[in-house]
């Protein structure tokens, strides 16, 4: 199967401060890569769609500003949550498409901000 | 609009066997997945259709009726590690991923 690791795993930081959670396909490459955040006890909500040297795609409702997507590589995206505040804890979830339809999810990040 | 439906919650009993309904309207298919998550931990990949008929995969089948819009999966033998919510997600026509809200899958000794 295929891999896709994301790190850190679970982050605390403080209000204010900025946090980058990196998401990486480790035995493919990916020319598009997906992010999502879950609340508790909900869905996974679809953040913005990156692809490979262009810029990344917000679902309506996401702050493009906020949330930083560079997709520099074809096996790492990265999201970058900006001036973070608390209502911006949640889990974070990357998943990278191999050829058209095959997708594989990271393990998650749990993003705390006090 | 795109809508997937799938129960929100169901009860079985460890050792039966239970089969979880996803049925969906979206713009064009490209096929359908069925994800295991337990909570706290991301999506695990499960089953993917993209054809009519069941595809089984030891415990686990996933069964697609395009005309339909429906599919199913399988769960037989159940286990109690089996408790998880089960998300069914189907491709539209621009290769997107929609999403069910999932199908919470409560197994009781």
């Known amino acids: 199967g295929a891999v896709v690791s994301q790190h850190p795993s679970w982050v605390i930081c403080k209000s204010g401060t900025s946090v980058k959670i990196e998401c990486r396909s480790l035995?493919?490459?990916?020319?598009?890569m997906f992010w999502y955040r879950q609340f508790p006890k909900q869905s996974l909500m679809l953040m913005a769609t990156?692809?490979?040297?262009?810029?990344?795609?917000?679902e309506q409702g996401v702050e493009k500003d906020k949330f930083l997507i560079n997709h520099a590589s074809l096996t790492l995206s990265t999201l970058t949550v900006t001036s973070a505040h608390p209502e911006d804890s949640s889990f974070y979830i990357c998943s990278a498409r191999r050829g058209d339809h095959e997708q594989y999810f990271g393990p998650g990040t749990r993003l705390t901000v006090t | 609009g795109q809508n997937i439906d799938q129960p929100t919650e169901m009860t079985a009993t460890e050792g039966a066997i239970v089969q979880i309904n996803c049925t969906y309207q979206?713009?064009?298919?490209?096929?359908l997945f069925w994800y295991q998550q337990h909570a706290g931990e991301a999506p695990t990949f499960l089953s993917y259709?993209?054809l009519d008929g069941l595809e089984e995969k030891g415990r686990f089948s996933s069964f697609l009726s395009r005309s339909k819009g429906y599919s199913y999966l399988l769960l037989k033998e159940l286990q109690m590690k089996d408790s998880a919510s089960y998300l069914c997600a189907v491709i539209d026509s621009n290769y997107q991923l929609i999403w069910g809200a999932g199908t919470k899958l409560i197994i009781k000794p």
């Open positions: 990156s692809n490979e040297g262009s810029k990344a795609t917000y």
């Open positions: 259709n993209v």
């Open positions: 979206t713009s064009g298919f490209n096929g």
């Open positions: 035995d493919f490459q990916a020319t598009t």
